[in-house]
């Protein structure tokens, strides 16, 4: 009796929730080379949407009080987290000993022709390099990554072979989105990497999640 009303209540609150976008999305079976993404924020945003670690919802994190707006699809890869093995990579590319992860999932910003209307979304991506970003001292590594089997960007499979002028407006975004008057930030673009390293920082926030969050599905499993 108990294996029949299984199913039922199985696909019941399949219907009632939804799957928390950093821990209950699988990054796909070819991760680190194509990856399934959570979009927070699309190109024509003028708020500052992140996901609520807790909850899993879509939140306002604040107003773009200034003329900033994301150059393309901003969101970050599940089941990844910017710990001590990223903060590792990126302290032994930089050569400063005290970097750290920030303690986030890994961010991916994913090029597309389209006008996507709203985040909150899934898509498959191709990461084609990354900026290595420093916050502080914190590691803060930024994926770029192209649409998957986008019509314009879908055959680039480098970051070299991006326009300059796409890389500007991606390095002007990351450097200034932050900002505030009177609040100057320790913020830089340590430099940029192609697609292999891009993997390394990819593999590296998976094992950092992985440690952390190993007993993830037994705690589920209990509730």
Not at 13 to 24: F, I, N, T, V
Not at 93 to 105: E, H, L, N, T
Not at 126 to 132: A, D, E, S
Not at 176 to 198: Q, V
């Amino acid at each position: 009796m108990a294996n029949r009303l299984m199913d039922p209540i199985g696909r019941l609150m399949g219907l009632r929730y939804k799957s928390h976008p950093w821990h209950g999305v699988d990054i796909g079976v070819d991760a680190p080379k194509v990856l399934t993404c959570f979009v927070e924020m699309v190109t024509t945003d003028t708020v500052k949407y992140e996901v609520d670690k807790v909850s899993g919802y879509l939140k306002i994190d604040r107003p773009q009080k200034y003329s900033n707006v994301s150059p393309a699809l901003y969101g970050f890869i599940p089941q990844t987290l910017c710990s001590k093995k990223v903060g590792e990579f990126a302290a032994s590319k930089s050569g400063r000993a005290d970097i750290v992860g920030d303690g986030d999932p890994l961010d991916i910003c994913i090029l597309a022709e389209k006008s996507i209307s709203h985040g909150d979304i899934l898509v498959q991506a191709i990461p084609i390099g990354g900026f290595r970003m420093i916050d502080g001292n914190q590691a803060d590594d930024k994926i770029i990554a192209v649409l998957k089997n986008d019509a314009l960007y879908g055959d680039y499979t480098d970051f070299q072979q991006l326009p300059p002028l796409v890389v500007n407006r991606l390095k002007h975004y990351f450097l200034t989105y932050k900002d505030l008057p009177g609040n100057e930030r320790d913020c830089e673009i340590t430099h940029t990497y192609g697609p292999d390293e891009a993997y390394i920082v990819i593999e590296a926030s998976m094992e950092d999640y992985r440690q952390k969050f190993e007993n993830l599905d037994t705690l589920l499993s209990e509730v």
